[in-house]
C-alpha cells in the first residue's frame, strides 16, 4: 500500500476541481453545526437522498465537508450563549462562554476557529499518510475494555465539569441511569419509560441537550439585561484587533493545537467513541499537564483550544475505520456507508487497493475542506461576536423556540419538545444546586453504549463481574479511574492544608 | 484556650441566617434516589440480562447518595449550615419570568397541533418577549415575524421537516406551492 505520486497528484487536483461543492457545504456545515438539533448524521440522513443522486466523488466531497464544517459550527453557540452546538463542543463552554462574559467573544471564537481548522487539517493530513497502520488500533479494545473507557469518561467530567467531585458523580450516574430508559437489547422489554412508547429507544439525545444546556442557560440568563451589556464591553463595533489577538493566543498555544488533535484522531478511531469523549479527555490531559489548572474554567484560551482541536481530529479519524475495515466509528460515518454501499462499494482493506482514489479521496476532500474554513471563518467571528450584546429580552424567547423546535426536528415527535422542557427544569434545577449539567448529559450519552458493552462483557463472564478485570489494558484503564478519583481529592486537601498554614502563619503575625 | 478561639469570628457557632441553606443540594439526589427506584421496581420480574446494568449503575448512584447525605448530616450537626432552600424558591422578579417562559412554552407545545408553527411560534415569541419586559412594538412584531418567516423557510421549506402545519401553511402551500 505505497503511495503513488501520480494518484497523489490527481487526488490534489480533484479536490480543487470539487471546489464548488466543498464551499458550499463548508457554509451549510457551519450553519447546521450552530444549531442544536441538527448534527451533521441527521443533517446527512435529510439530505440522503440528494447525495445518493450525485456523482460519488461529490457526494463524499460534500458529506466529508458538512462533517467537518459542522464540528466547528458547534463551537459558535457554545461560546456565545453556553449552548453547545453538539456533544463534541460541551467543554467549549467551559471556558468560552467565561471569554465571551468578559467581553472577549470575538478572541475565544478565533481560538475555537483557528484550533478546529488547523486540528482538523493537520489530523486529515496525518490520516492519509498513516491509514494503513493506524486502522488496526480500533480493534485492541474489546467490550471489556470499553466499559472501562465509559467509565474513565464519567469520572474524568465528573471531576472536571463539577467543583464537588461528589455531585459530579451523582450528575454522571444519574444521567446513565437516565440513558438506561428504553427497550433491553435482548428482549426489547421496556425499562423506566412511564408507559411513553416515544421512550423505548430510549432518551432523545437532542431533547436532553437542548432542555440540559440550552434552554436551562437561558432560565439563567433572564437574570441580565444582555449576556454581555455593551457598557462592560468594547465589542459593539467588530474589530480586526481582537481577531490578531486572537490569533496571538492561538500561535502561543500551538503546541496544544497539535497534540490534542492527534489525541482526537486517536480516540476517533475507536469505534463508537466519537468527539464528544475525544473533547472531554483533551480538556482533561490540557488541564493536567498544565502549569496553570486553576485558570481552566474560567476563561482560559487551552480550555477552548483542546477541546475543539481534539473534536476536529475526530473527524478523520472516524473514517479510518470506516474505509480500512468496514466499521464506521460513528453516525456520520455510518451515513456515508449507506451512500458507498448504494453505489456498490465494498469497504474494507481492498478499498485500498481496488479504488484507492475514492479511499484516500475522502480525506483529500475533508483537508481541502478545512482550508477553504480556514480563509472563511476569521472574517466572520467579527460579526458573530456581536450576538451576545443583544438584550436577553430577545435573545432568550429566540433560543427557547428555536431550541424546542429543533428538538422537535430530531425524531418528528411533539413528546420531544415536552422533554426538553422537563430537561430544562432538571437543568436549571442542577445549575443552581452545583450538579453540572454536562455529568447528567454524558451519563445519558453514555448510557445505552455502556449497557451494550457491559451486557456484552457479563455475557462473556457467564454473569461474574470480575471479567471487568480480565485484561492487562483494562486493568490498566481501571487504574487509572482509580487515579483520576484520587488526583483532585488530594489536590484540594493539598490547597486546603496550604490555606490552613498560611491561615496561621497570618494569625501567629498578628 | 478555647475561650480564645470562640472569641474568633469564624470559630464561632454561626445563628441558623447566616448558614448557608444546603436543603437544595438534595433535590437532584432526591430525583436520582426516585427515578432508581422506579426503575428497579419496574425490572425486577425481568431476566438478569435485563435488569444488570440497572442494577450495577443503581446501586453505585444509591451509595454516592449515601455518602452525600452523611456529609451533609455531619455539616448540619455541626451547625455550619442548614436544611433551607435559599433563595432557590424565592418570587423574585426573575423568578416570575421563568414561570411565564415555562407557561408559554407549554402553551405553545399544547397548541402547536392545532394553529400550526407560523401562528403558534408568533404567538409564543411574542408573548415571551412581553414576559421579559419588551415594549417596542416594531420588535414585538418585527423579531416574532422574522423569526416565524425564517423558521419557515429553513425547517418546513428547505429542510423539509414535517412540523404541525394549520392556516398558515395551507395558504402559503395553496398561493406558492412552497412546503406543500
Excluded at chain 1, 64 to 93: K, Q
Excluded at chain 2, 33 to 43: D, E, K, N, Q, S
Excluded at chain 2, 77 to 96: D, H, V, W
Aim: glycine share 10%; aromatic share 10%.
Amino acid at each position: 500500500m505505497g503511495w503513488d505520486g501520480a494518484l497523489f497528484v490527481e487526488l490534489i487536483g480533484n479536490s480543487f476541481q470539487l471546489l464548488w461543492v466543498i464551499v458550499p457545504a463548508v457554509l451549510f456545515g457551519i450553519v447546521i453545526g450552530a444549531l442544536p438539533g441538527f448534527s451533521a448524521s441527521n443533517t446527512l440522513i435529510i439530505l440522503l437522498p440528494l447525495t445518493l443522486t450525485m456523482d460519488l466523488d461529490v457526494a463524499l466531497a460534500f458529506m466529508a465537508s458538512v462533517y467537518a464544517s459542522s464540528h466547528l459550527g458547534g463551537g459558535i453557540p457554545a461560546i456565545l450563549v453556553n449552548m453547545p452546538g453538539d456533544g463534541g463542543s460541551v467543554p467549549t463552554t467551559f471556558d468560552g462562554y467565561p471569554m465571551t462574559l468578559q467581553g472577549k467573544g470575538q478572541q475565544a471564537l478565533v481560538l475555537c476557529f483557528v484550533a478546529s481548522t488547523i486540528g482538523g487539517l493537520i489530523t486529515s493530513l496525518a490520516t492519509v499518510a498513516l491509514l494503513p497502520y493506524l486502522a488496526p488500533l480500533g480493534l485492541y479494545l474489546r467490550s471489556v475494555e470499553m466499559v472501562v473507557v465509559m467509565v474513565f469518561g464519567l469520572v474524568l467530567i465528573a471531576a472536571i465539569a463539577s467543583d464537588d467531585l461528589l455531585k459530579g458523580l451523582i450528575g454522571g450516574f444519574f444521567g446513565l441511569m437516565l440513558g438506561l430508559i428504553g427497550a433491553d437489547h435482548i428482549y426489547s422489554t421496556p425499562r423506566g419509560t412511564f408507559g411513553f412508547l416515544e421512550l423505548y429507544d430510549g432518551v432523545p439525545i437532542v431533547a436532553a441537550l437542548i432542555g440540559l444546556f440550552a434552554i436551562a442557560e437561558t432560565f439563567s440568563m433572564v437574570e441580565r439585561e444582555a449576556i454581555v451589556p455593551k457598557s462592560e464591553t468594547d465589542i459593539a463595533r467588530p474589530r480586526w484587533a481582537d481577531t490578531i489577538d486572537g490569533l496571538r493566543i492561538n500561535l502561543k498555544y500551538w503546541w496544544q493545537t497539535i497534540w490534542t488533535a492527534f489525541l482526537g484522531m486517536l480516540i476517533g478511531i475507536v469505534p463508537g467513541a466519537g468527539a464528544t469523549i475525544a473533547s472531554f479527555v483533551a480538556y482533561q490531559q490540557s488541564r493536567m499537564f498544565s502549569k496553570t489548572p486553576h485558570l481552566y474554567g474560567t476563561g482560559h484560551p487551552p480550555g477552548i483550544i483542546a477541546p475543539e482541536s481534539a473534536n476536529n481530529g475526530v473527524t478523520s479519524g472516524t473514517l479510518v475505520p470506516l474505509m480500512a475495515i468496514g466499521v464506521p466509528g460513528g453516525a456520520t460515518s455510518a451515513v456515508m456507508m449507506v451512500v458507498l454501499q448504494y453505489q456498490g462499494i465494498v469497504l474494507g482493506p481492498r478499498l485500498f487497493i481496488e479504488t484507492p482514489a475514492l479511499a484516500y479521496g475522502v480525506f483529500f476532500y475533508m483537508t481541502m475542506s478545512y482550508a477553504v474554513m480556514l480563509l472563511m471563518i476569521l472574517p466572520l467571528a467579527r460579526y458573530m461576536s456581536k450576538v451576545v450584546n443583544m438584550p436577553t429580552r430577545i435573545i432568550v424567547p429566540l433560543i427557547i423556540t428555536l431550541t424546542i423546535i429543533g428538538a422537535f426536528a430530531n425524531r418528528e415527535y411533539i413528546f420531544d419538545m415536552w422533554l426538553a422542557l422537563i430537561f430544562a427544569v432538571l437543568g436549571y434545577l442542577a445549575l443552581r444546586t452545583g450538579y453540572h449539567v454536562t455529568g447528567l448529559l454524558i451519563g445519558i450519552l453514555l448510557g445505552p453504549l455502556f449497557e451494550q458493552y457491559l451486557l456484552r462483557s457479563l455475557r462473556l463472564g457467564q454473569g461474574d463481574l470480575t471479567i471487568l478485570f480480565s485484561s492487562t489494558l483494562a486493568n490498566i484503564l481501571w487504574v487509572l479511574v482509580v487515579l483520576s478519583l484520587l488526583l483532585p481529592w488530594l489536590r484540594t486537601r493539598q490547597t486546603q492544608r496550604a490555606l490552613e498554614r498560611a491561615g496561621d502563619t497570618a494569625r501567629s503575625g498578628l | 484556650m478555647a475561650e480564645n478561639n470562640l472569641n474568633s469570628p469564624a470559630d464561632q457557632p454561626r445563628l441558623e441566617s447566616e448558614r448557608p441553606a444546603v436543603g437544595a443540594d438534595l433535590i437532584i439526589p432526591g430525583l436520582a434516589v426516585a427515578f432508581t427506584t422506579y426503575y428497579l421496581i419496574g425490572t425486577a420480574s425481568l431476566t438478569w440480562e435485563a435488569k444488570a446494568n440497572g442494577v450495577v449503575v443503581g446501586l453505585l448512584l444509591y451509595a454516592l447518595v449515601a455518602v452525600q447525605l452523611v456529609r451533609i448530616g455531619l455539616r448540619i450537626a455541626r451547625r455550619e449550615t442548614t436544611l433551607g432552600f435559599g433563595g432557590l424558591f424565592e418570587m423574585t422578579s426573575p423568578q416570575k419570568q421563568r414561570i411565564a417562559l415555562v407557561v408559554i412554552t407549554a402553551l405553545f407545545i399544547v397548541t402547536l397541533s392545532w394553529v400550526g408553527v407560523a401562528i403558534g411560534l408568533f404567538a409564543a415569541m411574542f408573548a415571551s418577549m412581553w414576559a421579559l419586559g419588551e415594549r417596542d412594538w416594531r420588535s414585538l412584531i418585527g423579531v416574532s415575524l422574522g423569526t416565524t418567516a425564517t423558521v419557515y423557510l429553513l425547517f418546513i421549506v428547505f429542510l423539509q421537516l414535517r412540523l404541525p402545519r394549520g392556516p398558515v401553511e395551507y395558504v402559503i402551500a395553496w398561493l406558492t406551492g412552497a412546503g406543500a
